[in-house]
């Protein structure tokens, strides 16, 4: 086998990795895209055209999350699709495990759950402050 052909067949571990990989991608775009309001739900060809894909193997690809229970297709446009409630749970851990370097809190800032954030410990220094008045 040449080192630039792929291989005829792909082995059932590549083939279970390349599933999580694109069930990861495409629940991640969707939690994102529906975060943001962008859509709550999206058509194959759009999906493709955001995570760079045909829009062929989007709609296989999608299909295959439909079966798992991952997506719907909508009541009235059954050419769009939205998360079920455990695609909503695995897109949001995903996205999380993702961009959890990105939205931790920096050197000397406290995390959301911080009493300093009570509105009746204002101008109290927080020690993530390093002795400073903490307002939020």
């Known amino acids: 086998m040449s080192a630039d052909r792929p291989p005829e067949r792909l082995t059932a571990q590549a083939i279970a990795s390349e599933r ?15 975060g943001e309001g962008i859509a709550s739900a999206v058509s194959p060809p759009r999906l493709a055209e955001f995570l760079d894909t045909t829009p062929d193997a989007m709609v296989t690809l999608v299909g295959q999350l439909v079966r798992d229970g991952y997506l719907r297709p ?4 059954p050419g769009r699709f939205t998360m079920t409630e455990q695609g909503r749970r695995e897109g949001a851990r995903s996205f999380g495990d993702e961009f959890a370097e990105l939205t931790r809190p920096a050197h000397s800032e406290c995390g959301p759950g911080c009493w300093c954030r009570d509105p009746k410990y204002a101008g109290v220094a927080c020690p993530s402050d390093q002795g400073a008045a903490h307002g939020h």
Do not use: V
């Open 20 to 34: 999580l990989f694109w069930r990861s991608e495409i629940l991640q775009a969707m939690y994102w895209m529906d």
């Open 74 to 77: 909508l009541d009235d446009d």
